[in-house]
């Protein structure tokens, strides 16, 4: 999947800038920046939520996991009908089945399934909320921060699926965050954006070993760090 | 309490619906029988509250007006109901303008007091209760329409409403399962105050003789008949009166209640904590803060700080580190006195030598306030500066936390300066006075990374200039990592293990060590899995005997489960 | 000072707009404001006068009976200009109600702009000091009750201030009015019953009209003061270790106040209307009983010129509200509504 020349303009603001931004077919390509650089934005514009110009090569099935599990799920509907509303193209006795075995690649067990999100930890409903979005089948997940609003034990596990999810279902991925640390750990390359443009791009190892922009320095440098 | 109330709302609206069924039923031809020996009575035993000027007895009409009254509001809320909720439906279905032409009608409506509003229709469909209704209907319309607006939007901007719309969810289905259940709750909630406030505005018209006309009546309609004669006998304005109000009153204890049942949760009964003496133990000569055994309960059993002891050493700095539930912000509440009604704070030593200034996040500053003021309290409050002197000084120290321009940032409002200034003021504020020991919670967890950076710096630059110690408090293992000098990490509200920052990777307890490698920094190794934590950590009613930690613990043993660790040699682990 | 390297934080971009352009915009937005009151008037200058043709048949022919010489409801028709065609007519109605002109009263003959001119001022004082009143004795109230209640505490007091401005919310003004009547004027003799004369007949009508909307603004300025007692704010001013009084008086009212009146704003055009019921059963020389006399006796000029003096009001009490709560609110300047 391609981005070309993306914008987004909200009045005279613009957020995002023509941007342009190629993801490979299981790849998992990593957006950081600032509050305000435009990357949230773009996630929802590449995801259909946000009008812009520009063109979206192959982007036609894409999916979109929210930062706020706790918005992102009905109150009043059980995790088994919020996860079947994604399988609305299944006749409907098929479901059930199908919505335990999202549930399993996910890590839940299937009793989840009568359980309204309010019984739910953070960390279990973000995997609700990506089990839904894979029963969608995606060419292309969009994950906007999906971490930070999780405690840090359970960040690990979100982001370990995250992997395990590229690994056996081969899907690209972009993977929005604001810590580069965790951008690192999980995507292939990095875009790092600042006042909506992308002011680098490149393989995560490199531009964190060996940053070409004054800006990705700056960030780099920020990132705090336990001395050994 | 309020569930009484709400109760008795219930209690008066239901005898109210009886009375309406029953009332014409028992006491009709009663009203109606016209006495021509008794016209224009006071009270007598015959007619408690008199008779009307054809000698009706005004109590049996009182009695059965209820029903004519009821049905009205009835009817007049109900029109109201749906035409708002129409109105407040279409703009999310009409093209832009035509949507925002019925906004705008709305908005302008809705400050039009329903009075007025029934007064026009009454002019134009001439007395009667049927242009009241109408027009009391459409008073009530546009309050709905707004409701309806509001509700609609935010559910329509809510994150699983797009996440149905990128799953393909059709439009309508969208609707019906999404959008319309979770706006029609607090629609019906509205439907018992719409209802009070339409039986007043009717009865109101009735009372002006604008409403419902003879030989019909309603309450308003009996007060309008019986006005004229209280100089004389005022029981027999007494009946519709009582009437109206009780309904009136009814009608909005009911919906009060309802209002607040949606939106609240238990609030648990107070309980009185006896404190314990504090033991006469030997204070650490060397200490700028020393906390031993303190306990934070509320009631109910539920206790978020155990037992916790700490020391802090004069130019030190301390992170205290923890999940969120894990005690560390109500620690330092306590250790500031600001835990809130009705906790309750022991501890068997709470020694703070010095002055003690608090750093929240920048959020803190009061919004309404210039940032100046805010800080030049401090001095006019507790060093008796003059007001000159006092913002001389507000401004030198805005000066000290590096703003661009002191001076007129001092002037300035929190909303025109950035996250990472407004945070340098909340510091700034601390140093107003000369603190020995600086709380912070959480400074740095609302402001990008790079501003964090520029804060912590600033932070360890005031330690260094002062000599003050700082207890830094954050969720944030990394950031307290890079700041602090010695680490406390927090477990379930107590301290599990205590260590050098630059020991961190060396940690001993399971938690520690956890926290850590479930954390990627930028040396991780990308080709293995991150470490993470089955389970979550217990709430604060329900942390048992033994480690709390060791339902989640890989090294847990029998031991774990029935007997808790105490915290020996800056570990609390059996295992360790 | 410590180290020398310092990287200075980065102006945002609110502060980057200077103090002009915030106050641009403020005057942008006052414009703005303007412009929706001049249209809400032109609006309800045509629906003023559509009422009278809103009126299923002729309404003059309704107003004066059947037994009426057909002479006279034609000098009347044309009078009132219903012999015109209807844009016509709109354009002259207009043209007098903007130079206060709004025709004669069926019954005296009097203009109605001379009875408009005559019983405005009586209205308007009373409205005035009823809200006066209400803000006054209101948002202490609400806030000593806020505090006082603060995280669950004196249960009492907080059972007691619901049930009471509970109550007081839910009875209407004209039952406040004769209950006022029957007790100081009628039981005790203490204060006139009705009519405007020296100073002391005005408490009755004031306090009918100021209850019920100082219940509710009491209820208001509780439930946001509490809001603010819980915003991170107060925990810093707390920290600060200030004074209650300078806490609760500096800190929480400014932001408590303005929260209050954009709610409560609402609520003095309610009290408008409350006049009108107020001023029937005090006898008071103001608008409110000469409407209801209008109306029931079908003198339409009236009815049509007076409700569109209340209609005015109401639009103009709703500009000033909007316009205070700019001033109050430093950040609403820069703020887009």
Wanted: proline share 7%; net charge neutral.
């Amino acid at each position: 999947m391609r981005i070309e020349n993306l914008t987004v303009r909200y009045g005279a603001f613009t957020a995002v800038d023509d941007v342009t931004l190629e993801i490979p077919p299981g790849a998992i390509v990593g957006l950081v920046g600032e509050s305000g650089s435009g990357k949230s934005t773009l996630a929802r514009a590449v995801s259909g939520l946000v009008p812009h110009t520009g063109r979206i090569s192959d982007g036609r099935r894409v999916q979109m996991v929210f930062q706020n599990p706790y918005a992102s799920l009905d109150p009043r509907m059980t995790i088994g009908q919020s996860v079947a509303e994604a399988l609305l193209r299944l006749p409907a006795r098929e479901r059930g089945a199908e919505v335990e075995r999202l549930l399993d690649l996910v890590a839940l067990p299937a009793k989840v399934m009568g359980s309204y999100p309010r019984e739910l930890s953070g960390g279990q409903r973000q995997r609700v909320a990506i089990a839904r979005a894979l029963g969608a089948e995606p060419e292309l997940l969009v994950a906007d921060e999906i971490t930070s609003a999780l405690d840090v034990s359970v960040q690990g596990a979100v982001l370990n699926l995250v992997r395990e999810l590229r690994a056996e279902l081969g899907l690209s991925i972009l993977f929005i965050s604001h810590n580069l640390a965790v951008v690192r750990y999980v995507c292939d390359t990095i875009a790092v954006m600042h006042g909506g443009r992308v002011v680098e791009e490149g393989p995560a190892e490199r531009l964190t070993t060996e940053p070409a922009h004054d800006y990705t320095r700056a960030l780099l440098a920020a990132v705090p760090r336990l001395t050994t | 309490m309020r569930n009484r109330s709400g109760l008795a709302g219930l209690v008066i609206v239901a005898a109210l619906a009886v009375l309406a069924v029953v009332g014409p039923l028992v006491w009709g031809a009663e009203a109606e029988r016209m006495d021509s020996t008794a016209i224009l009575q006071g009270a007598s035993a015959a007619h408690p509250l008199g008779t009307d000027n054809l000698g009706r007895d005004i109590l049996a009409r009182v009695l059965v007006a209820g029903q004519f009254s009821l049905a009205l509001a009835l009817a007049a809320t109900l029109i109201g109901a749906v035409v708002g909720t129409v109105l407040g439906a279409l703009p999310a279905v009409l093209p832009r303008r035509g949507a925002r032409l019925v906004t705008g009608t709305v908005n302008a409506l809705v400050a039009f007091p329903g009075l007025l509003l029934a007064m026009f229709v009454a002019v134009v469909t001439g007395l009667g209760a049927k242009g009241a209704v109408l027009g009391i209907g459409a008073a009530v319309a546009p309050g709905f329409a707004r409701l309806t607006q509001t509700l609609a939007a935010s559910v329509a901007g809510a994150d699983y409403v797009s996440a149905a719309r990128m799953l393909g969810v059709p439009r309508h289905r969208i609707l019906v399962r999404h959008v319309l259940p979770n706006i029609a709750e607090p629609l019906i909630l509205n439907l018992s105050q719409a209802m009070g406030a339409s039986l007043l505005a009717l009865s109101g018209m009735s009372f002006l003789g604008l409403g419902v006309q003879p030989p019909d009546f309603d309450w308003g309609r009996l007060l309008f008949d019986g006005f004229p004669r209280i100089y004389v006998s005022p029981e027999v304005a007494l009946g519709p009166a009582v009437f109206i109000a009780l309904a009136g009153i009814g009608f909005n204890l009911i919906g009060d209640a309802l209002v607040k049942a949606a939106r609240r949760a238990a609030v648990l009964a107070p309980e009185k904590v006896a404190a314990p003496p504090a033991a006469e133990q030997e204070r650490d000569p060397h200490a700028v803060l020393e906390v031993r055994d303190l306990t934070v309960t509320f009631p109910g059993g539920v206790t978020p700080v155990r037992g916790l002891s700490l020391a802090v050493a004069p130019g030190e700095i301390v992170g205290l580190v923890g999940e969120s539930g894990s005690g560390k912000s109500l620690t330092a509440a306590a250790i500031g006195g600001l835990v809130p009604y009705p906790g309750v704070v022991t501890s068997a030593r709470l020694d703070l030598d010095g002055e003690l200034a608090m750093v929240f996040q920048e959020a803190a500053l009061n919004p309404a306030l210039k940032v100046g003021g805010q800080l030049a309290e401090v001095a006019t409050v507790h060093q008796g500066a003059t007001r000159a002197e006092a913002w001389a000084k507000a401004v030198d120290r805005l000066g000290h936390v590096r703003l661009p321009d002191p001076a007129r940032n001092a002037r300035q409002h929190p909303h025109e300066l950035s996250g990472g200034m407004r945070q340098r003021a909340v510091i700034a504020m601390g140093l107003m006075g000369r603190p020995r020991l600086i709380i912070a919670d959480e400074p740095t967890t609302a402001l990008d990374v790079t501003v964090q950076r520029q804060i912590l710096k600033l932070l360890r630059e005031v330690v260094e200039e002062t000599g003050a110690a700082v207890l830094f408090i954050s969720h944030d293992i990394a950031v307290v990592g890079e700041l602090c000098d010695r680490v406390v990490v927090m477990y379930a509200g107590r301290v599990v293990e205590q260590l050098p920052a630059d020991q961190l990777k060396a940690a001993r307890h399971p938690y520690t060590r956890a926290l850590i490698d479930s954390l990627p920094d930028m040396s991780t190794d990308r080709s293995r899995p991150l470490a993470s934590i089955p389970g979550r950590q217990p709430a604060p009613e329900a942390v048992g005997d033994g480690c709390a930690f060791a339902p989640r613990c890989p090294l847990a043993t029998a031991r774990c489960q029935a007997e808790r660790p105490p915290l020996v040699d800056d570990v609390a682990c059996w295992e360790a | 000072m410590a180290s020398p390297v310092i990287v200075p934080p980065a102006a945002p971009k609110a502060a980057r707009a200077t103090r002009g352009a915030a106050r641009r915009a403020g005057g942008r937005r006052l414009l703005r404001h303007l412009l929706r009151l001049l249209i809400s008037l032109a609006v309800l200058l045509v629906a003023s006068f559509a009422m009278l043709h809103l009126i299923p048949g002729d309404p003059v022919r309704a107003a004066l009976g059947p037994a009426a010489p057909v002479e006279l409801v034609e000098a009347r028709r044309a009078a009132l200009g219903l012999d015109r065609p209807w844009l016509e007519q709109l354009a002259a109605y207009a043209g007098n109600a903007l130079t206060g002109e709004f025709g004669t009263s069926f019954i005296s003959g009097q203009p109605v702009g001379e009875v408009i001119a005559a019983r405005l001022p009586s209205t308007l004082t009373l409205a005035l000091l009823a809200t006066a009143l209400s803000l006054v004795v209101a948002v202490p109230l609400g806030m000593w009750a806020a505090i006082r209640t603060e995280n669950g505490r004196n249960r009492g007091t907080d059972t007691a201030f619901g049930a009471l401005t509970g109550s007081a919310v839910a009875v209407p003004e004209f039952l406040y009015s004769i209950g006022l009547v029957s007790l100081f004027s009628i039981a005790l003799g203490w204060l006139p019953p009705a009519g405007k004369s020296g100073p002391e007949s005005y408490i009755l009508p004031v306090l009918a009209l100021a209850i019920g909307p100082a219940a509710m603004i009491a209820r208001l300025a509780r439930a946001q003061t509490a809001r603010e007692l819980s915003a991170d704010y107060v925990r810093l001013a707390r920290a600060k270790r200030l004074p209650a009084l300078r806490l609760h008086l500096r800190h929480v009212l400014p932001n408590t106040l303005t929260a209050t009146l954009t709610t409560g704003g609402l609520l003095l055009t309610a009290l408008i209307a409350g006049s009108v019921l107020v001023e029937y059963v005090f006898a008071w020389p103001g608008l409110g009983a000469r409407i209801v006399e209008s109306i029931t006796l079908k003198d339409y000029p009236v009815a049509q010129g007076v409700i569109l003096v209340y209609g005015v009001a109401v639009l103009v009490v709703n500009f000033l509200v909007d316009f205070l709560i700019a001033l109050l609110d430093p950040t609403s300047t820069l703020k887009e509504s």
